[in-house]
């Protein structure tokens, strides 16, 4: 009995053994290097640099709370938002009042910014991770005045940066129009250093 026990084991303890090292251990590894080899920037995050230094990510929202610059949407990230280690959405459903106060309360604030069209949903709203880098291109347009307005630039330059900063669905149908607001910002910056005020 005990050597039957001893026979019927052994075979699992190896293939438990050999599926570790090889799912565990040779397979990231070797995903890592193709990613290393091929992708390496998306590989290690995305990062923008600026003057040497990181910026943020291609791939992350980040709070911009200025009125010089463009918002991204909200997140319910982490206690004050935009948290990469408290990535989620707020779990409430659309019936829960505390959704729905906190989004009135945001469109008022859009209203009090300038907009004064209907507010792009992706204004008020979170996205499913908390950490959307991009918002649609309504979003960014309704934004416009506001940013022209506090760099002292006229709204036809700032509005064409942003229609020049839409992303495109990739293949032409996956996904939808986007902006990336970290990219658009930068490129304001770089908009307001050689614009006539």
């Given amino acids: 009995m005990g050597s039957d026990l001893k026979t019927a084991f052994r075979p699992a303890i190896s293939m438990t053994i050999l599926f570790a090292l090889l799912l565990g251990i040779a397979y990231p590894?070797?995903?890592?290097?193709?990613?290393?080899?091929?992708?390496?920037?998306?590989?290690?995050?995305?990062?923008?640099?600026?003057?040497?230094?990181?910026i943020g990510s291609s791939v992350v929202g980040q709070a911009f709370v200025g009125e010089r610059y463009f918002h991204t949407r909200p997140s319910a990230a982490g206690a004050d938002g935009y948290d990469g280690l408290a990535s989620s959405g707020s779990n409430l459903?659309?019936?829960?009042?505390?959704l729905i106060d906190r989004v009135a309360a945001d469109v008022e604030q859009k209203r009090a910014q300038g907009v004064t069209e209907a507010v792009p949903a992706d204004m008020v709203t979170a996205?499913?991770?908390?950490l959307d880098p991009d918002i649609s291109p309504d979003a960014a347009l309704a934004q416009v005045?506001?940013?022209?307005?506090?760099r002292g630039l006229a709204q036809v330059d700032v509005r064409d940066l942003v229609e020049r900063s839409i992303q495109r669905p990739l293949l032409g149908f996956l996904g939808e129009?986007?902006?990336?607001?970290?990219?658009?910002?930068?490129?304001?910056d770089r908009l307001g250093s050689t614009t006539a005020r």
Avoid at 45 to 53: A, E, N, P, R, V
Avoid at 177 to 188: I, S, T, W
Wanted: aromatic share 2%; net charge positive; hydrophobic share 35%.
């Fill in 29 to 54: 590894l070797a995903m890592t290097g193709v990613g290393q080899a091929l992708f390496p920037s998306q590989a290690n995050g995305s990062l923008i640099t600026q003057d040497g230094k990181i």
């Fill in 93 to 98: 459903g659309p019936t829960s009042q505390a």
């Fill in 127 to 130: 996205s499913g991770s908390g």
């Fill in 145 to 150: 005045s506001r940013v022209s307005a506090a």
């Fill in 177 to 188: 129009d986007r902006v990336n607001v970290l990219e658009l910002n930068r490129q304001l």
